[in-house]
């Protein structure tokens, strides 16, 4: 049987002609930067997340520093983020000139550990960037109440985290604004690189809108220092049509998700949490195994193909062990790196597939395991 990590080719072909229509239109109108087709995205990605703007831009990590650039962090101030996370975010912080505080990963959650934030809070605070990651919010509601005691403002790198919601508010309506990622295999995907700052503040967004394209809002007047991050026209319609499916392959990813539940059930594995009052979108399908390595090798030569989300913290990857990081010890977070799993997650993932992989983890547990248990004594 044959089992993709994801399968992108899947859902194009489930979608085609639309998409080659919209696609074909950009070319026909030749408007290959912004243009209409992303004006029309940014504001059905706007409605969709329950803010007022949305700025399409190039790319998920362009869409943090943008964010971080017009709330005006910059060198002396400090950035509270997760140690549990995919190195764009740590490196936009440092882009933007900030200084990232990095705060160990809840056991159950794998998240930013809450009640590990308030200690960690100096005079030079100014943003709280949690991250919500493999499709799981973090708990906006504890972390705005810590933001507003201290004064704070929340960042939402919601790259992961598309269509999730914690008690019927999306991902990124959360905080004063919220970056995503549209890289071709997250919940809602480009044909390329784009990203992504929902936001109902409307003079943030302005801001963002004139930093995306060399701080200038008429050509050639440059009121501020900028970037060029501004989004193709060809992602603007790739998107726009893919919006409209992002719903029903998120309660597909839900569905196999509950599948795997089933199947791996009695097993000694630790599955992703389930929490009241989160609907989560499983951008991943993350397992936890002591005996990961191994697991891991039986799959593969079973044809069965995982990934490791992610095998090497943020604070032990070379750049940033030599940027002063390595002093942090972040125990949780070197643990996870150990025992965390991906399995095949996409939402043509079909039943069949689903069984197999399980069959396949179930004989690992029966057989090989019981071997080891065996020599180990
Ligand atoms: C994908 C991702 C990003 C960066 O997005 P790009 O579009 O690849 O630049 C940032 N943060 C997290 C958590 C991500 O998963």
């Known amino acids: ?44 990605f706007a409605e969709y997340c329950a803010c007022r703007e949305a700025v399409a831009v190039n790319s998920g990590t362009s869409a943090l520093l943008l964010a971080l650039k017009a709330l005006g962090i910059g060198p002396g101030d400090e950035v509270i983020t997760a140690a549990n996370t995919f190195i764009a975010t740590v490196a936009a912080i440092i882009e933007a000139g900030a200084t990232p505080v990095l705060i160990d990963a809840d056991p159950v959650t794998r998240l930013i550990d809450i009640n590990r934030i308030e200690a960690a809070v100096t005079e030079k ?114 998107l726009g049509v893919k919006l409209r499916h992002l719903d029903a392959w998120n309660r597909r990813r839900n569905r196999i998700a509950a599948k795997y539940r089933e199947e791996l059930s009695g097993l000694p594995v630790t599955l992703p949490p389930e929490l009241k009052h989160f609907y989560q979108v499983y951008h991943l399908f993350v397992i936890e195994s002591d005996m990961r390595n191994e697991l891991q090798q039986f799959l593969s030569r079973n044809g069965i193909p995982t990934l490791i989300h992610y095998p090497i913290p943020v604070h032990q990857q070379k750049a940033y062990t030599e940027a002063g990081m390595a002093r942090n010890s972040f125990p949780v977070t070197e643990k996870l790196a150990q025992t965390i799993l991906s399995l095949p997650m996409y939402p043509e993932l079909r039943s069949d597939q689903i069984k197999y992989i399980s069959g396949k983890i179930r004989e690992f547990f029966g057989e090989e395991y019981q071997d080891t248990l065996v020599t180990e004594n």
Do not use: C, W
């Open 125 to 238: 605070t100014r943003v709280i960037m949690p991250v919500h990651l493999y499709g799981l919010m973090a708990d906006m509601d504890q972390i705005n109440a810590i933001a507003e005691r201290h004064d704070l403002l929340v960042l939402e790198d919601s790259a992961q985290a598309h269509g999730a919601r914690l008690k019927d508010r999306p991902a990124g309506s959360y905080g004063i604004a919220g970056a995503f990622s549209f890289y071709p295999a997250k919940n809602l995907g480009a044909f390329g690189e784009a990203g992504a700052i929902v936001t109902s503040d409307h003079a943030l967004a302005r801001k963002i809108r004139r930093l995306r394209d060399h701080g200038s809002e008429r050509k050639y007047f440059h009121d501020l220092f900028g970037y060029n991050a501004r989004m193709d026209g060809i992602q603007g319609a790739v």
């Open 1 to 44: 049987m044959e089992i993709n990590f994801v399968d992108l080719r899947a859902q194009y072909l489930s979608i085609k002609e639309d998409i080659d229509r919209a696609i074909a239109e950009v070319f026909t109108n030749s408007a290959y930067i912004l243009g209409p087709s992303v004006k029309r995205f940014e504001e059905a």
